[in-house]
């Protein structure tokens, strides 16, 4: 909300003050769920599936259910429920067949670990093992087999998803802009490519984990490492047909989520054991191994553009089609394409645009959202595309990008108008161009070419997103007053590692005009306790419920200055507050204090007026709908955060190895609400972008089984592999109705690291690379127009990757 | 079951431990010790890092039974009197904590560099703390914290504004 | 989570290789745990006993003299070894490949014997003590008996020790002081990695040889060629003698191509 923005005056909102919880992080004393152990607790483990896809012709139990401290033995047979985000697809254990390698087919809950993995692993499965589809463009064809032969009979959300039953799309997006052939015939150029990226796994370093207590009564707590407190409450009692005053949902510290935690994951299952096991507590949580395929993965992408140029140098059509790999359950995939299918043509104004996105089933591990929610995936190829569109009509690929980007006046996809307000892409470009020395090479880098016989090469590409939720999202959030004028503040957002608990004490400390010791706010989130938040996702925490904040700020407030007139009779209009006490404006000595107040002000013969003190906010972004169906028209984003990424990189033209020298990214946040942990997100956001951009992908036989299911085969990026200099830039212009006109920009700094990279290699030597990730030797086969190796099973498996 | 004496952070322990213990369960499990954490159990993430007679280990790739007679020092350890330590300050100052999870591990790795090596190179702290994973930060606000906790304040980033 | 095992720590080398003897391939010998603790909880091994071999007396030792040479027993740890004065002077080679060696942690448990020992093709020490001429000294309850690195290997995990077998040291000799050499490495991150193919070239009086990781079943060395031989000519020796495959870390022409790289990069770089 602009209007409340008085930035000569601000003291908290754009500082640096200390992380809430970091002392507690530091020290070991703060609480995840991996660390918590209840009294009575068993602890669960999973038999999953060696098999990508086979019919369960029995499973023999009885071995498992006689070793000694087992206390609940189940299979899918006993459990007819299933959960689901959009398309209810997902049963907790697999019943008739499994649908890829790892599904969990049978559970165990026993006295220990050790005695839960030895049962576990005596409880015989009979496979009939089935051929596979692997591959979501072989998953398309006519004879392909179905993954979900049931698709037609799914409860699905029919407002917005669109299954086609007997295929294996479980989703299908469209959205139609201008007339795309008109656009196309008038065109002076037409470049149509291909672009494709692997799975890849969210690695939070601490593995998703759950503890149920399924207690008489059907009353269920639970207390998980998850991101969206609510949204599980809700899905579960969803699933079990419970009244929502029945579950309980407790997240304490998370060891993060990167959108892997989104969602419902564990929990029913491990409370189902803990009912089996007559109500005693059971605690189950991933091995890494089975974080990469017992828990979902991000999808990968096959993203076909066809863009027409006019002479000038400007998009005049562009066609886009998305071809998303759900895995074996649509989860938050259907969503993904849906979102990334409305922002397909990036931070650019296309007039006549055709974009059909679909989800396609697969016998693989399932996708789920990932920091970017599909952005990371499909700019891979769109910032790719706009570098070779440029190189194609010969232009300058940042004068190609500025020419075409959203300015004030233009429509989006979608329909909507950008206003001076909706944010920058242009200035991010121009800034991160400036920083690198786009364009040229300095006398030092030739210098350095000379000398190292390395090649250098410069990049950039642009990003936006906007959260992808639902037009009624809401927040809210509770202020309530201590007897010594100190405020606890609630809120359902969770602290994940983004830092929203700091921003939010500071939006509060700032709305209300109190030091920030004076504001406490819970690590951990509790559904009973704490005011609804829909998930903590799609960056848009800071927004909606910063907002929330600030009403909540001037109700409590208000309710302080009622009380505090008849104290000091006084008209509210007629007072002022300190982070003390409210005072008569000009008679500052009549004041009473915020601590007299808080629980209801006493006179001296005792007797009292007024109450606690508690604030209450909410807030739902304005003005948004559902898209369309047919044409995906409307307006759906609650803002648009710009971004950019340049890039200086030194290639070997012998090897293809080649190392990231400096990256500057620059995002238009609005308003920099809190510079270092603004700073973190962009930094952290950039390398987890360079691991995606240089090793990160699943690789499976041609059966499906995943090959690299552990940090032996699936590196992430160490502190070694940071580029050499990093510059992060915040540019603000402010949102109309951000608090203090801030954007959210928690998943940006990930987007279109990788196509920067890919586009200073191509600078640097001159090949093209169209598949992410770049390793080195996709890099070598490029520049020596080899074939490209592929073990990722993202188009047609040849036999390259034997195990 | 073996009976082991250990001095767990200048507290001597003694407990009976099977032989297939790793040192991270004992700590988490029969001490009560969460701080060190389980990202792996495979040696690769560094989360459960912790000091073995002086030494950064992996505490998932210790058996229990080979620390006896031996001290370890944990993240339980780094605070005295009620005050951060010098490492955890300047983790604190310099923003270098997003989810945590890392965080005891990457203290410790930071504990063994700065007692072999008191005024680290940015080589030297990306070499000690490369066995350490963070998804989260990216490292570059720990390396600045390591800096800082080696008293040197150059090369210290922050926001630009444009 | 790791499956029962009982836990044995001799003292003493009879003590030691009296269990060897008693258990027979039931037992596992231990050092310093990097691998055999990620196999075991992999599953990969399922031993009744787990012999930790550090506390045997003398095992510890780490020992350098002119007539002996560099005597590396099996509780030296990769750490210990690059900590060890003059080490850097006497085997640069040996100080390039154990620095490779995984990360900081890991280096401080892990041994230069377990990593011969558990005889990976991508083993770091290997291409350094092959070129070094390392010894193996092979002991058992019927006394000693030595073997040259290059056939301690024999494939893929396997080497030439039996069951109540325990490699008691590796001995580098004095007369491998003086040769330079260098090491290179192929990973997929800039961070700890295991190598996707790795190059050891090692000068020495005029004689020049070549040690190449995880391109053929075991670390390959390729000896007898000359100082003054040029790149070509030693390219075409190590590519005849290695057998790269493709697996899911990268390609056999990669690799191919790759030692090719290595080696033109080293003898730049090994003056």
Known sequence: MLEDATPDTLKHVGGSPDRIEAAAKLTGQALYVSDMTLPGMLYAQVTKSPHARARIRGINTSKAEALPGVRAVLTGAELEYRIGLYVVDKYLLARGEVRHFGEAVAAVAADTLEIARRAADLIEVDYEVLPPVLNHMDALKDDAPLVHPDLGKYDHVSAVFTPIPGTNIANQSKLRKGDVEKGFAEAEWLIEREYTNPSVQHVPMETHVAIAQWKMGDEVDIWTSCQSPFAVRNLFCYTFRLPLTQVRVMVPHVGGAFGGKAGIHLEPLVACLSRKAGGRPVKFQATREEEFSLLPCRSALTYRIKTGVAADGKIIAQKMTMYWDAGAYADYAVNVTRASGYSAAGPYEVPNAWVDAYTVYTNKPYGTAYRGFGHVEFFWGLERHMELVAQVIGMDPLEFRRLNTLKPGSITLTGEKITPNTGNPTKCLDVVAESIGYGALTAEETAREKATGCKIGKGIAALHKAPAMPPFTSSSIVLKMNSDGTVVVNTGLTEIGQGANTSLAQVVAERLGFDLAKIRISPDKDTDRDPYDWQTVASKGLVLAGNAAILACDDLLAKAYEVAGQVLRAQPADMDHDGEKIFVRHHRDRAVTFAALAIGYAYPDGNAIGGPLIGVGRYIAQGLANLDKETGQGNCALDWTFGAHGVIVEVDPESGEYHVLKICSAFDVGKAVHAEILRGQAVGGMVQGLGTACCEGYIYDEQGHLLNPSFTDNKIPTARDLPDVIESVAVETPQLDGPFGARGVGEHPMISVAPAIGNAILRAVGCELTHMPMRAEDVWRAMNQAAPIDNWITKTPNKSCKK | MMRITVTVNGQVYERDVPGHRTLLHFLRQDLGLTGSKEGCGAGECGACTVLLDGHSVNACLVLAPEVDGRCVETVEGQAKDGKLSTIQDAFNRNHAVQCGFCTSGMVMSVQDLLVRTPKPSDDDIKEAIEGNFCRCTGYLQIIEAVRDASGRTEGKGGLKHA | ?271
């Open chain 3, 1 to 271: 989570m790791l499956h029962e095992f009982e836990f044995r720590a001799p003292r003493t080398r009879a003590e030691l290789l009296g269990v060897l003897a008693d258990h027979g391939g039931l037992a596992k010998l231990m050092a310093g745990g990097t691998d055999v603790i990620v196999n075991l909880r992999a599953g990969g091994i399922k031993p009744r006993v787990v012999v930790d071999v550090k506390q045997v007396e003398g095992y510890g030792a780490l020992t350098w003299s002119d007539t002996d040479g560099l005597v590396i027993r099996p509780a030296t740890t990769i750490n210990d070894l690059l900590r060890m004065p003059g080490l850097r002077e006497r085997f640069p080679l040996l100080v390039a490949c154990a620095h490779d060696l995984a990360s900081y942690q890991i280096r401080n448990r892990a041994t230069v014997i377990g990593n011969i020992v558990n005889a990976s093709p991508c083993a770091d020490m290997a291409p350094a003590l092959l070129c070094l001429d390392a010894r193996a000294v092979i002991a058992s309850q019927a006394g000693e008996h030595e073997v040259p690195m290059r056939e301690f290997i024999t494939g893929v995990k396997r080497t030439v020790l039996l069951p109540g077998e325990v490699l008691d040291r590796v001995v580098v000799p004095a007369s491998s002081v003086g040769a330079r050499g260098g090491y290179a490495k192929l990973k997929r991150i800039s961070g700890h990695d295991l190598g996707l193919v790795a190059v050891a070239v090692h000068k020495h009086g005029g004689e020049l040889r070549v040690a190449v990781g995880s391109a053929a079943p075991t670390p390959v060395l390729v000896s007898g060629l000359k100082e003054t031989d040029d790149a070509a000519t030693v390219v075409a020796a190590a590519q005849a003698a290695i057998s790269p495959i493709s697996d899911l870390r990268c390609t056999k022409e990669y690799r191919e191509h790759m030692v090719g790289v290595y080696i033109r990069r080293l003898l730049r770089e090994v003056a």
